[in-house]
């Protein structure tokens, strides 16, 4: 089976630019999360999608993040502008059934110079 | 106040110790608890989950849980240097509830 695919691996910008990310979950797998991790500290979720639909986006900057995940398949986040802050990594996963038991893809280093 | 706390460490044990890592929690009505697992530059891979309190086990790994003390422990018996990485714990209130993780405590075992 294979994993979470995640692109691009690393990416540097500058703050005020903006950035997308890309994911693929694993093949079957209904929900998507986006987490942040910044360095030192544990991932933080971003995002849930159901399917098409979002569960929780509770703890997404909406003024500067978005999402979407296009026919329950692959998804992208973006976000327009950046601030220094934004660096950190940026984690896709996705699950069968439960929320618990999460596959991860390896991530996008983002750094925000 | 945060919801799961852990040490950072860095903890440093050599080779074939039992390595002890724990975390607290704050909120009693988490009910999964989970153990991660993050090498570096590599994302999270689940290596155990327990519902409620109690312990399991799966090869040389121990996850326990008490709901009493708000207190969850992962022991690693015979720890080989491919045990290095960083262990994030995890709590959810159900199995169809986000998870909150730890800030991770990252493991070092010397050859």
């Known amino acids: 089976e294979a994993g979470v695919a995640q692109s691009p691996r690393y990416k540097i910008i500058e703050k005020r630019q903006s950035v997308a990310f890309w994911c693929n979950p694993i093949?079957?797998?209904?929900?998507l999360y986006w987490y942040q991790q910044i360095l030192g500290q544990g991932p933080k979720l971003l995002i849930q999608?159901?399917?098409?639909?979002?569960?929780?986006d509770s703890q997404l900057p909406k003024d500067r993040f978005s999402a979407e995940r296009l026919k329950g398949v692959d998804s992208t986040l973006k976000i327009q502008p950046a601030k220094l802050e934004d660096s950190a990594v940026y984690l896709c996963?996705?699950?069968?059934?439960?929320?618990?038991?999460?596959?991860f893809g390896p991530g996008t280093r983002l750094t925000v110079t | 106040q945060k919801e799961v706390e852990q040490d950072p460490g860095p903890l440093s044990v050599p080779e074939g110790a039992i390595v002890s890592l724990n975390c607290t929690y704050s909120n009693s009505a988490f009910q999964y608890f989970m153990w991660y697992r993050q090498y570096s530059r590599k994302g999270p891979e689940l290596l155990m989950y327990?519902?409620?309190?109690g312990n399991k086990e799966d090869g040389r790994f121990t996850a326990q849980v008490d709901k009493s003390s708000k207190y969850i422990s992962l022991f690693i018996r015979d720890s080989q240097p491919s045990d290095s990485a960083t262990y994030l714990c995890?709590?959810?209130?159900?199995?169809?509830?986000?998870?909150?993780f730890g800030s991770g405590t990252r493991l070092s075992i010397r050859p």
């Open positions: 996963a996705s699950s069968r059934d439960r929320d618990y038991e999460q596959y």
């Open positions: 093949s079957g797998h209904a929900t």
């Open positions: 999608f159901q399917n098409n639909g979002v569960v929780d």
């Open positions: 327990t519902y409620s309190s």
């Open positions: 995890a709590t959810g209130y159900s199995s169809a509830s986000k998870i909150i």
